[in-house]
């Protein structure tokens, strides 16, 4: 099976990450409105990354999604457009916490290739970005907390399988059909 659209997927929308981010810190300097709704225009843009990865895959490759090979890169590329997500909001401290966090666990799950260090080191920088833009509140509180149990129980349902295998992705006579 080809592994080129994947990789085509990953390189695009590392490409697409540094172009939009870049577009938005330009507006968001030159046009006060869109500097004032940052904290919305950012989760909505990285959702939209993340998912133009999968633009390129055939339905018949989707179990590409499932290998460690992808999912170390679409993890890195995650956080690496936290990082620069940072170079637009470097004063927010819960920010800046929420993506080394996430980073401590990327590192862990790619040095171990263990599942579980996604979930114990839980992705939470998007959601982080549409609570601060909501609440207008960098510190924590019971709200946030809450959101952060959800999101801890998402990751643990979204990664079961792999962590049901040792951390590895299923193996090709368990993943779903597409």
């Known amino acids: ?3 080129k659209p994947i ?3 990953l390189y695009t929308r590392a490409v697409v990450t540094v172009v939009g981010l870049a577009i938005i810190n330009h507006y968001a300097h030159s046009i006060p409105k869109v500097g004032a709704q940052i ?3 950012l989760p909505i843009f990285l959702f939209i990354a993340d998912a133009i990865d999968g633009a390129f895959v055939k339905p018949s490759q989707k179990h590409f999604f499932s290998t460690f090979g992808y999912q170390a890169g679409d993890k890195i590329i995650d956080v ?3 990082l620069l997500v940072l170079l637009l909001l470097p004063s927010d401290g819960m920010l800046r916490f929420f993506v080394f966090y996430r980073l401590v666990g990327v590192i862990f799950f790619i040095w171990t290739k ?3 260090f996604l979930i114990l080191f839980f992705d939470f920088v998007k959601e982080y970005l549409l609570y601060y833009y909501f609440f207008r509140n960098p510190q924590p509180c019971a709200f946030l907390g809450f959101l ?3 999101k801890i129980g998402f990751e643990a349902k979204r990664h079961r399988k792999q962590y049901a295998h040792g951390g590895t992705p299923p193996p ?3 993943r779903p059909e597409n």
């Open 1 to 3: 099976m080809e592994k």
């Open 148 to 150: 952060i149990f959800l």
């Open 39 to 41: 904290y919305i225009i």
């Open 172 to 174: 090709p006579s368990e």
């Open 7 to 9: 990789l085509m997927g």
């Open 114 to 116: 263990n599942a579980a």
């Open 80 to 82: 690496w457009s936290y």
